[in-house]
């Protein structure tokens, strides 16, 4: 048996792309960044980077994750945070021809959280913004717009990631503060998947589901009107029956 080579094989790199999505303004957004330096130089793209050689997949994502947004993500085994992003990991693109430098292959994270406030740029980004999904990916092919590299099929693939979750999760919540009414609830779907939803049927769903949510024991006036119940996520983390997508 010969000897291993591993200049026998051709290099690559691993990259980390996030997909950043959150609700501000009842609208679903996505974090972009304009790039600072070639390939693709001044166009808007996903944030992320190379992943280091000391480090696995998940430390990458976080770690772009708390550069890009400055949030920590989530540990399941550390309930206590409460302020943690969900990160999960959506997707692997390994296109030869998605990069122009090399031979790049990137593994895609979605990451949700409640209202963000506006990002600041890192790394090799010279400015960041939050843009409305709608207007990353109007009607049509998602890869033929304007974000660099393959992102906007990324993009679109995370999108619909939260959209389908969020029919059978409790993944909605994850857009929320830890404390939030039913009407913001409802607003997060309505701003995910893109519908109005009917207020009194919605209420009776979510409230009827078993472990989906749970009193906080207070009410809020900060969305006006007479005062609403406060909830929290409750223990489910499967809904059922699940929350369907009306057809639109």
């Not at 998602?142 to 409790?170: C, M, N, Q, W």
Request: glycine content about 10%; charged content about 20%.
């Amino acid at each position: 048996m010969s000897p291993y080579d591993p200049s026998a094989f051709p290099p690559f790199a691993v990259t980390v792309d996030l997909v950043v999505l959150t609700v501000r303004r009842h609208a679903l957004c996505a974090l972009v960044v304009r790039r600072g330096e070639q390939p693709f130089q001044g166009r808007w793209a996903l944030p992320g980077g190379f992943v280091r050689g000391d480090e696995d997949l998940a430390a990458a994502a976080a770690r772009e994750l708390a550069e890009e947004t400055g949030l920590c993500a989530h540990d399941p085994a550390d309930p206590g945070l409460g302020n943690g992003a969900h990160l999960e990991q959506l997707a692997t693109y390994g296109d030869p021809k998605r990069d122009p430098r090399m031979r790049v292959v990137s593994v895609a994270h979605l990451v949700l959280a409640p209202d963000l406030p506006a990002p600041r740029a890192g790394g090799d980004a010279n400015s960041a913004r939050w843009a409305l999904v709608d207007e990353l990916l109007p009607v049509g092919d998602p890869a033929s717009e304007g974000l660099a590299f393959d992102h906007a099929t990324i993009l679109a693939d995370g999108v619909e990631r939260a959209r389908s979750k969020i029919e059978y999760s409790s993944l909605a919540t994850a857009f929320c503060p830890p404390e939030f009414t039913v009407g913001e609830l409802r607003r997060v779907y309505e701003a995910v998947w893109g519908v109005a939803l009917d207020p009194r049927n919605f209420h009776r769903k979510v409230t009827g589901t078993p472990g989906f949510l749970v009193p906080a024991g207070g009410t809020t006036t900060r969305q006006g009107g007479r005062p609403a119940q406060l909830f929290r996520a409750g223990g489910a983390t499967l809904l059922n029956p699940p929350m369907l997508r009306p057809e639109v």
